[in-house]
């Protein structure tokens, strides 16, 4: 009987879960038409959701207002609407208390159940954010396309919930683009998980350039527009890296490792470490030699701990890394190796901050570049001394 009772709990556990797991979003981006030359522009997007069961006044969608001090579509998106199987779902909404990082949740007026439809236009506008420094998540056009990281646009279903994730994109507006993702290029399915992974995802469209032309490996990257310099040869010399990291790291797998190149007129150079990709940036003037550094250090966090026991120790190792493996590869010379270590070194003695305990730095991590580079600074000196 107990076994019998155990099976038959078993199976009742099992087909929720599948039951569960097939719940689907589907998101479908469609970007407007773009000149080449375009500051603004924008971005349709529809969110398609099933098994949906929220109660009346139950938070239902959440995006970051504001997330690494990067203002979002948040409080700009127009024409929102939703709608379920009964109609027209009405919609208000609430903000957390007003933080480094805060969200805007939107609340149904009645119950929804079932499958949901929700559609609204993200604007594009790429006047230098009032904000400051941040990460390059931002939506921008460039070259007559446009990209973005899911964490200033895409609205998220609240609640830990799997779902089966698909992304589509209508090109229609954008003749003769493509478009393409973390995740790979044009439609994709990210299969069964939690639907916060599009808030890690960078989306691209538009007339492209990439590198390799023809991707075979795990490597590949993309750009829009015109870099300043030609992208080609850093990128041949970040692939070669990546091969040889695969090997350092003992993968055995070759995972893919997409690198998007975009403009950033504020903190060029910079950039963010996001879901099995690297989003670069470039100002005006520069090489390609000049963005080694950065996208060794980045790359390297496809195998360690980003925050592992505290930032000093996720961002410190990359810092440590970052000329140390180039040089063990031969890809760098003794000379540059040098360079680098001591140029972390200058900053992070000088710095006169550099007494500032670690637990101040993230409430202050905006205040300005000396806090910001202080767990990165101080993470590879202890590092060195330890392999020293």
């Not at 407007?32 to 375009?38: S, Y």
């Not at 979002?72 to 933080?99: C, I, M, Y």
């Not at 007339?207 to 040869?233: E, I, N």
């Amino acid at each position: 009987m107990r076994m019998c009772f155990a099976a038959a709990l078993l199976a009742t556990v099992s087909l929720a879960s599948v039951a569960q797991a097939q719940e689907r979003f589907e998101v479908v981006l469609a970007p407007g038409p773009l000149a080449a030359d375009a500051e603004q522009g924008h971005l349709d997007v529809t969110l398609k959701l099933s098994g949906v069961d929220a109660a009346a006044g139950q938070p239902l969608l959440a995006l970051p207002v504001v997330i690494a001090n990067t203002a979002t579509v948040a409080t700009t998106l127009q024409n929102l609407r939703a709608t379920d199987a009964a109609g027209e779902v009405p919609l208000s909404f609430k903000d957390d208390p007003v933080a480094i990082a805060y969200a805007r949740h939107w609340i149904p007026g009645r119950a929804v159940k079932g499958d949901l439809t929700v559609s609204y236009r993200a604007p594009i506008d790429n006047t230098p954010p009032k904000r400051g420094a941040g990460p390059p998540y931002q939506l921008r056009t460039e070259g007559g396309g446009l990209s973005g990281v899911g964490n200033t646009f895409i609205l998220i279903p609240e609640g830990a919930k799997p779902y089966d994730i698909s992304l589509r994109w209508d090109l229609s507006k954008l003749p003769g683009s493509a478009a393409t993702s973390s995740y790979g290029d044009g439609d994709v399915s990210l299969g069964v998980g939690p639907a916060g992974r599009l808030m890690s995802t960078v989306f691209m469209a538009g007339p492209m350039h990439r590198y390799p032309q023809d991707a075979k490996g795990g490597f590949s990257a993309v750009w829009l527009g015109t870099p300043p310099f030609d992208p080609g040869p850093v990128m041949d010399w970040t692939q070669q890296l990546h091969s040889w990291m695969i090997g350092f790291f003992r993968d055995p797998s070759e995972p893919p490792y997409r690198v998007f190149l975009r403009y950033n007129p504020i903190n060029a150079g910079g950039g963010a470490a996001l879901t099995n990709s690297f989003l670069t940036t470039y100002g005006k003037t520069g090489s390609g030699e000049a963005l080694k550094g950065t996208l060794a250090h980045e790359m390297i966090h496809t195998w360690t701990a980003v925050d592992g026991p505290g930032q000093w120790f996720g961002e410190g190792n990359a810092v440590f890394y970052q000329a140390l493996l180039p040089l063990r590869a031969g890809l760098i010379t003794p000379d540059d190796y040098l360079a680098d270590i001591n140029e972390t070194a200058r900053r992070y003695y000088s710095n006169p901050l550099n007494d500032t305990p670690n637990d101040q730095i993230a409430p202050r991590f905006w205040e300005g570049t000396r806090v910001r580079v202080l767990p990165n600074d101080r993470g590879a000196m202890y590092f060195a001394v330890l392999d020293g």
